[in-house]
């Protein structure tokens, strides 16, 4: 018995019971957040805006970021451009692994979103000059002010992807109850 085991071919298991889900999650996140850029630049034209109120506390103002998250490492030159995109890649390859083989829901979508987020802001760095922001959220109040970085869709995907990540690795995602039966 296990000689046979040891004659079938040992598969790497690139697909598993909530890949379909993560895929959805992420194409939806990849396209919501290219279409969202694409629409501010083409027809919103927000290149020739300087900032644009859309709350008290909410702005739409156009960085581009040539760094890694936050503003973090800005470099310029293909170097860099190439290096950030081979980690980029490096991470979603981890992310697809984890993906195949999640058991749950909750930890498929999460994933999908930090795909989803990742590859749309590599897309970003092939087509423009850095990953398009264009978030600003802020508070002011009596002699004090808070800017938070300026973010994009794919940004907010991921920071939620994470959260859903840890809200599901705590423990704190309903479990399935075990059938009476």
């Known amino acids: 018995m296990a000689e046979a085991a040891q004659d079938q071919p040992r598969r790497l298991h690139a697909w598993g019971p909530f890949s379909a889900l993560g895929v ?20 919103f034209d927000i290149g020739s805006r300087s900032r644009v109120a859309v709350s008290p506390f909410l702005d739409l103002v156009v960085t581009w970021n040539t760094g890694i998250s936050y503003g973090l490492l800005q470099q310029e030159g293909l170097f860099w451009l190439w290096a950030l995109l081979a980690f980029k890649i490096a991470a979603v ?13 909750l930890t498929a979508a999460a994933l999908g979103l930090i795909i989803g987020g990742a590859v749309g802001n590599a897309v970003d ?18 002699g004090w002010s808070f800017h938070w970085y300026v973010f994009n869709l794919a940004d907010a995907a991921i920071v939620a992807g994470v959260i859903g990540l840890l809200y599901d690795s705590f423990g704190w995602a309903p479990q399935k109850r075990p059938d009476p039966g």
């Open 93 to 105: 390859i981890l992310l697809w692994i984890w993906l195949a083989r999640a058991s749950a829901r």
């Open 24 to 43: 959805a999650v992420a194409l939806i996140t990849g396209i919501a957040d290219q279409a969202s850029k694409i629409w501010l630049v083409d027809v």
């Open 125 to 142: 760095r092939l087509h423009w000059p850095g990953v398009m922001d264009f978030v600003l959220f802020h508070l002011q109040g009596a």
